[in-house]
């Protein structure tokens, strides 16, 4: 299979997913939070009314075979709505929308990998002695879905979900032809990152891969720093990496991603000469920006949307007051800065004032757009619409190819922005049929903004950007 990433709105070919399981239908509310979801969702509604819905658009676009003809059919109740779930007869199981828990129940039918695997968890989870040898007895497909959702179809609970599988963008990122593997800040995500590690150096999918997987070490000795050490620590999460040309990565460092990490990421990749061209910008460190994505994403080469606080006019009102400005220099915390390092003159990076001028930089150096470069604003920069629908994911869109884009359906103000700047939105509920009868087709979109239901989904803190691996994009 070939892997190849180089921007953030090539054509959509292959992407990896997980769909909401039964371990998120378990998350109580004392725990909610520690498993870094706002609140406890309602499963049936988040599969039925919500992602599937996104799982029949992916597959529209990356693998109509499986989908076209047998849209009634899926949703019958009388199938049990198998064919979204993995481990069932029926499951579609795409080779273009891939499915974790079917990469790891592949290779947990190799022993060795089944042994170091179920060792692994059980270190991670302080699992019992027994624990681990009725995890040894399971099937693989059995014992997939107990990594995942903590629980099996004949057992109690062993150990917590990974209720934040869902947001498979967060576990890795293809970098052209290299994939790079998170190391996540929080414990909630940590066996995430440890079955991904297992299934990208082991699944024969990834095989001609291996060598080109890139790994984070740890700052040495780390394990004599204090446990509070932010600068020292390596984390990263993938939301904060995005790939926005063949030679150009932009890494944010935030909540989840540390300036270590960064540094790491950067200096790899150079050294490699992956690319040539590195973006690091500092965020807030707040749990409402947790990655970069949460605040901007690209929808074609000239248009971005931006949480309009980020913005080049924003920036320049508040810190234009001269005593406010020194005030804010004490607490860099509360602004964002950006640095740009090349690799053939690495000791002079460029600085960026703002969001909004990187933004417009990408567009024009990288993408060599000529014209008018587009910003759209979360909540159409109307306060207190701007912060509350980038709270609910009004900047983390997926683009399935350059301006056509998917987001959620309540954010109405920033729907309202897209309008303005010639977008068409189309309710996905609306669009399903008229691909289904012919009426529309994938590659006749164009500008097109399409709605998922998400009234469930937006309360899992992560929209379509987070919800997506990009495997595979084509060149634009």
Request: glycine letters at 4%.
């Amino acid at each position: 299979m070939q892997i190849k990433v180089n921007s953030e709105i090539g054509l959509l070919k292959k992407v990896l997913v997980h769909s909401p399981d039964s371990g998120i239908g378990k998350v109580i509310p004392s725990k909610a939070q520690d498993w870094l979801f706002e609140d406890i969702v309602h499963l049936d509604t988040i599969r039925r009314k919500e992602y599937d819905y996104y799982t029949k658009l992916l597959l529209y676009f990356l693998d109509p075979s499986l989908i076209k003809g047998r849209l009634k059919s899926v949703d019958d109740p009388k199938n049990n709505f198998h064919f979204y779930k993995p481990g069932k007869p029926g499951f579609h199981n795409s080779k273009n929308v891939i499915e974790i828990q079917e990469l790891l129940a592949d290779i947990l039918q190799d022993s060795a990998i089944r042994k170091k695997l179920v060792a692994s968890v059980c270190a991670i989870e302080n699992c019992s002695y027994r624990t681990q040898e009725l995890l040894l007895k399971q099937q693989p497909d059995e014992l997939a879905k107990i990594f995942i959702s903590g629980t099996g179809n004949n057992l109690d609970m062993l150990f917590p979900p990974v209720p934040n599988f869902i947001f498979t963008r967060d576990i890795g990122i293809v970098i052209n032809d290299h994939i790079l593997l998170n190391k996540p800040a929080k414990k909630a995500r940590l066996r995430e990152a440890l079955l991904m590690k297992y299934i990208f150096f082991n699944h024969p999918l990834f095989k001609q891969y291996r060598s080109r997987i890139i790994e984070l070490a740890d700052s040495p000795y780390h394990f004599l720093l204090p446990v509070d050490a932010d600068e020292y620590n390596v984390t990263l999460e993938g939301g904060d990496v995005m790939v926005v040309s063949r030679e150009h990565v932009v890494i944010g460092i935030s909540e989840r991603t540390s300036m270590a990490a960064a540094q790491q990421v950067a200096t790899i990749l150079f050294k490699k000469n992956i690319v040539s061209k590195v973006t690091l910008v500092q965020i807030p460190q707040k749990r409402e920006y947790m990655h970069i994505d949460t605040i901007f994403t690209q929808v074609k080469k000239n248009t971005w949307v931006l949480l309009g606080a980020f913005s080049k006019k924003r920036t320049k009102k508040e810190l234009g007051d001269v005593i406010l400005q020194q005030i804010e220099d004490q607490k860099p915390e509360t602004t964002v800065s950006i640095l740009q390092f090349r690799k053939n003159n690495i000791a002079k990076p460029v600085r960026f004032s703002s969001l909004e001028d990187l933004l417009t930089d990408i567009s024009r150096k990288d993408l060599k757009v000529k014209g008018k470069i587009e910003i759209i604003h979360s909540g159409n920069d109307e306060f207190p619409f701007d912060l509350r629908e980038q709270w609910t994911d009004s900047c983390n869109l997926l683009a399935l190819k350059d301006g056509v884009v998917v987001g959620y359906d309540r954010n109405d103000k920033t729907l309202e922005a897209f309008r303005r700047a010639g977008f068409r939105i189309i309710d996905v509920k609306e669009l399903l049929p008229l691909m289904e009868n012919g009426t529309l087709k994938p590659e006749k979109l164009n500008n097109v903004f399409i709605t998922i239901p998400s009234a469930e989904l937006s309360r899992a803190r992560g929209g379509f950007h987070c919800m997506s691996m990009p495997l595979l994009r084509a060149d634009i």
